[in-house]
RNA sequence: GGACGGGUACCCAAGUGGCUAAAGGGGGCAGACUGUAAAUCUGCUGCACACAAGCUUCAGAGGUUCAAAUCCUCUCCCGUCCA
């Protein structure tokens, strides 16, 4: 893996990049489809080539469950099997212990959960976790980890953040066994997750932990799970500061458009999140001018786009008052056309954002986004 | 002509003396959603109103009762069956 930073904005921490992996480079700062069983819903590999992804993430913990590994190693790795063969980064799980959490018992030796389809145990250590994403074929493994709720009191948040460390130690020590063992195909690498909840101390300690056991990018979790957003970026900022700079940051789960512009200036490289697909598929759509709730009583008519400003397939064939018929009428086809318009939209505005801090105009952007609500 | 059954809010439909401005669906209207157990969830939906009081409702008209969608009488409609 290789990340160079190419362009650093002036007035902010904005900064974009290359990032190459052995199944692509990829341009940062870098928004990437939330695909937790192996599909973003809804779309296809080419729907997303067609919004320009340039990597995708995938579940460990879901694809773990199902289909099961033998089934994957069967098709030739994840990529493979579900015919996307650009890079993967793969969640291990983590944030199903926040999410599942009535079905887990969290132990420092590993993860005691019951599986949410089927109600069988299981037990995982952060070492399996690892294993897996391997054996998946992920070209940026994370790391098991607890993610806290918020709030969270301090001594809970140190201990979550304690056992992230440890885990994050036994990771790293797994992932390097695998590397010494020479074999040609693509290996993929291992970042850190930050935890710390909203505590500023916590976030340094976690950050420099992470550090010194070393690895090749650094996510910040926990984010974006019910705290005030002011509080939330000044943690991140903080979290941040800890953090190397010539490697990719990645703030995992987040974000609205605003937040991700908000970040960006913060210095981080990477984001994924649920919500253009989810908002697709509940009837909201993103534009140039805000978000609108296609399914609104107020666009029956509405002959124009989507995004007038858009130039996704969905906008170019397609209004407000027929997506709106669609979703009224129950038809799939609008939530899948409302999904392809929001992860272009996302992965536009990434665009704008890598253009602009090229040209040193990241300011304009982020204050001509953030003048519009989102 | 006769015998039953039925007419409840935008639609379907429960309710058979007070706890009923009226269950439940559908439809409509709005809101939420952040490393996806989510094509999901939550509100509102007689009128008026910022809220509270208030006003008008269960085919229509009369009646019984302290009290009626609910009981009685007549009328009008709709279904099914028999002549």
């Known amino acids: 893996?290789?990340?160079?930073?190419?362009?650093?904005?002036?007035?902010?921490?904005?900064?974009?990049?290359?990032?190459?992996?052995?199944?692509?480079?990829?341009?940062?700062?870098?928004?990437?489809?939330?695909?937790?069983?192996?599909?973003?819903?809804?779309?296809?590999?080419?729907?997303?080539?067609?919004?320009?992804?340039?990597?995708?993430?995938a579940n460990a913990y879901h694809l773990f469950l199902r289909p099961g590994l033998d089934i994957?190693?069967?098709?030739?790795?994840?990529?493979?099997?579900?015919?996307?063969?650009?890079?993967?980064?793969?969640?291990?799980?983590?944030?199903q212990i926040f999410s599942l959490a009535l079905l887990r018992k969290v132990k420092d030796e590993g993860l005691d959960f019951q599986s949410h389809l089927d109600g069988t145990r299981h037990f995982l250590t952060p070492e399996d976790v690892v294993r897996v994403q391997q054996a998946l074929g992920s070209d940026i493994m994370m790391p098991l980890d607890e993610c806290a709720r918020y709030p969270v009191s301090f001594e809970q948040a140190q201990r979550a953040l304690e056992r992230t460390t440890l885990w994050a130690s036994r990771s790293?020590?797994?992932?390097?066994?695998?590397?010494?063992?020479?074999?040609?195909?693509?290996?993929?690498?291992?970042?850190?997750?930050?935890?710390?909840?909203?505590?500023?101390?916590?976030?340094?300690?976690?950050?420099?932990e992470l550090t010194e056991i070393?690895?090749?990018?650094?996510?910040?979790?926990?984010?974006?799970?019910?705290e005030p957003r002011g509080l939330r970026?000044?943690?991140?900022?903080?979290?941040?500061?800890?953090?190397?700079?010539?490697?990719?940051?990645?703030l995992m789960g987040v974000g609205l458009p605003e937040e991700i512009l908000e970040a960006v200036s913060l210095g981080v490289d990477m984001f994924d999140c649920v919500v253009p697909t989810r908002y697709g598929r509940n009837g909201c759509a993103f534009t140039s001018q805000g978000k609108i709730t296609v399914r609104n009583g107020e666009f029956s008519h509405d002959q124009k786009p989507i995004?007038?400003?858009?130039?996704?397939?969905?906008?170019?064939?397609?209004?407000?008052?027929?997506l709106r018929h669609?979703?009224?009428?129950?038809?799939?086809?609008?939530?899948?056309?409302?999904?392809?318009?929001?992860?272009?939209f996302f992965l536009d505005l990434m665009n704008k954002i890598r253009q602009a801090i090229k040209e040193n105009k990241f300011r304009e952007l982020k204050d001509k986004f953030c003048g519009v609500p989102c």
């Open 1 to 57: 893996m290789d990340f160079k930073v190419l362009y650093q904005d002036t007035r902010t921490a904005a900064r974009s990049g290359l990032l190459t992996l052995d199944r692509g480079v990829i341009q940062t700062p870098i928004f990437m489809p939330v695909g937790t069983q192996g599909s973003v819903k809804s779309l296809s590999p080419k729907d997303l080539e067609e919004c320009s992804a340039q990597i995708i993430l």
């Open 72 to 95: 994957i190693r069967e098709a030739g790795g994840l990529h493979k099997f579900i015919s996307w063969h650009k890079p993967i980064l793969t969640d291990s799980g983590g944030y």
């Open 172 to 208: 790293k020590k797994e992932y390097d066994k695998d590397r010494c063992s020479a074999h040609g195909s693509p290996k993929g690498v291992l970042f850190g997750i930050v935890q710390g909840s909203t505590y500023e101390d916590l976030r340094k300690r976690s950050a420099v």
């Open 214 to 226: 070393g690895f090749e990018g650094y996510a910040v979790g926990g984010l974006s799970v019910g």
């Open 233 to 250: 970026y000044n943690i991140l900022h903080a979290t941040l500061a800890h953090l190397p700079k010539d490697l990719p940051r990645y």
């Open 307 to 322: 995004d007038p400003e858009c130039g996704c397939y969905c906008c170019q064939n397609f209004t407000r008052s027929y």
């Open 326 to 344: 669609l979703f009224n009428a129950g038809e799939i086809l609008g939530l899948r056309l409302l999904s392809y318009h929001n992860t272009y």
